[in-house]
């Protein structure tokens, strides 16, 4: 028996800190202490509530119906995040970020952290776990981040609705975010974000929900849990 996973849609960031270690030398010693190299800070998102595991994949979906409005001569690309609530977790926990995001969103921040920080940070996701065997849908909510904001500053959120029993889709706006890496491996940054153009951001903010909606929630998913 076939059943939806998903139903209905709500549309809808990170804080890096940085830790300086306060170094002391007594005044009366003869030779300075050689200073003991601080440890690494591991950092970890916040404990999601909820009762569910949390399970995490990605999707790559492309509007061939669509020229990219940034980009004229390609097709509309997107990558989607999918946040869910899982059976039991995967073996693989989800990245919050792939290097080259994590390099992308940095360097164009100008944040004085190293440029590969933001793939170390920890998630409450695994890739790809097995979705709750439930009879009943589960809401469907769509986070839709730009300006320079990639969708991995919303995983947060994202994994206190999905530990709650709600399916998260976060949508890569192409050009739009400071770091979106692609299956084939290339990263796209801020195409837009020297001179946005608001009005017609919007709209195509607006066309990419609409076309992420059909590709979920249509006769032939891209997610294959949708149905």
Not at 35 to 52: I, K, Q
Not at 53 to 62: A, D, F, S, W
Not at 104 to 131: F, K, M, Q, R
Request: charged content about 20%.
């Amino acid at each position: 028996m076939r059943r939806r996973f998903l139903t209905g849609a709500v549309a809808a960031t990170v804080m890096v800190g940085t830790l300086s270690p306060l170094l002391t030398a007594s005044a009366h010693a003869d030779r300075a202490p050689t200073p003991t190299p601080p440890s690494p800070v591991a950092l970890r998102l916040p404990e999601p509530g909820g009762d569910h595991q949390i399970g995490m994949t990605t999707v790559h979906l492309t509007d061939r119906n669509r020229a990219d409005p940034w980009v004229p001569d390609a097709q509309r690309e997107l990558m989607v995040s999918l946040w869910y609530p899982a059976e039991n977790p995967s073996a693989t926990p989800s990245p919050y970020m792939t290097t080259a995001e994590s390099t992308t969103y940095v360097e164009a921040g100008g944040i004085p952290v190293p440029p590969d920080v933001l793939s170390t940070v920890g998630t409450h996701s695994t890739l790809d776990a097995e979705p709750v065997k439930t009879p009943a849908k589960h809401p469907l909510v769509v986070l839709s981040p730009g300006f320079g904001m990639p969708r991995a500053t919303l995983t947060g959120l994202a994994e206190e609705l999905a530990g709650r029993g709600y399916v998260v889709a976060g949508i890569g706006h192409n050009h739009e975010a400071n770091g979106i890496t692609f299956p084939d491996g290339h990263t796209t940054g801020c195409a837009i974000c020297k001179n946005p153009d608001s009005a017609k951001v919007g709209d195509v903010r607006a066309a990419d929900v609409s076309f992420v909606l059909d590709e979920l929630t249509g006769k032939s998913p891209a997610w294959r849990y949708a149905e």
